[in-house]
């Protein structure tokens, strides 16, 4: 599986968007971008992922560019409850399915 | 209901004793996952069980043994408990181990060994 690079850390004003960059130069055809978040004592929990197409669900937007070598994970209205450590992750389809986790982005939304 | 538990929270104990983590889910999964998250924060996977088979053993110590009695519950037996073996430990499940199928993950279980 392809390796992801992320910034260590970032903030972001509560009720702004939350822009969270990911590169995968790396990437293969047939592997997609994930990305999941951890909160504070929590489990991890998936946000959304894509192949190649833009997508959107109700918690975030996933940005892909054209040569799928790096990618943005939007949260539109970033809330102090968004305040977690963001984790992208490029895998591809196998029988397996691990997740291979990096360092991810502690993202802390302030007031 | 929560769709990943695992058991106990939390679960303090002394080098050398044995002790099990268990794990359920209700979400009709048929892969099930174990991850171990260090003092550093990074989460390694550990194990996966595919229909009550074993699919994934990442290098694990031997002191550990996953068991899968049916395909909603996935344990964790850790034998002559070490120092480093403090971490926390998240059981995750997902509908099998291919592709476009997030995992659901528990909140862990967070080990101390004295």
């Known amino acids: 599986d392809a390796k992801t690079t992320q910034p260590t850390s970032m903030d972001c004003a509560e009720g702004r968007a939350a822009n969270l960059p990911c590169n995968h130069s790396?990437?293969?055809?047939?592997?997609?971008v994930y990305w999941y978040r951890q909160i504070h004592s929590q489990g991890p929990q998936y946000i959304i992922h894509?192949?190649?197409n833009n997508e959107t669900n109700e918690m975030a937007s996933l940005i892909i560019t054209e040569d799928r070598k790096s990618s943005t994970l939007i949260l539109p209205h970033a809330t102090l409850r968004d305040t977690a450590v963001y984790y992208c992750?490029?895998?591809?389809?196998?029988?397996?399915?691990?997740?291979?986790f990096g360092q991810g982005t502690t993202l802390q939304v302030k007031p | 209901d929560t769709a990943v538990s695992q058991t106990p929270k939390y679960l303090v104990t002394q080098m050398g004793n044995d002790k099990s983590i268990k794990c359920e889910q209700n979400?009709?999964?048929?892969?099930m996952y174990w991850y171990k998250q260090d003092s550093k924060k990074f989460l390694k996977i550990m194990f996966s069980?595919?229909?009550?088979?074993?699919?994934i053993n990442e290098t694990v110590p031997n002191r550990f043994s996953p068991k899968s009695p049916d395909k909603a519950h996935l344990n964790l037996h850790i034998n002559s408990l070490e120092l480093g073996d403090s971490a926390v430990y998240f059981c995750?499940?997902?509908?099998?181990?291919?592709?476009?199928?997030?995992?659901?993950f528990g909140d862990g279980t967070r080990l101390s060994i004295l």
């Open positions: 995750a499940s997902s509908p099998n181990g291919g592709e476009n199928q997030p995992q659901h």
């Open positions: 790396t990437i293969s055809g047939n592997e997609y």
């Open positions: 894509g192949l190649k």
């Open positions: 992750i490029v895998r591809a389809p196998s029988n397996t399915g691990k997740l291979i």
């Open positions: 979400l009709g999964h048929d892969t």
């Open positions: 069980y595919n229909n009550k088979e074993l699919i």
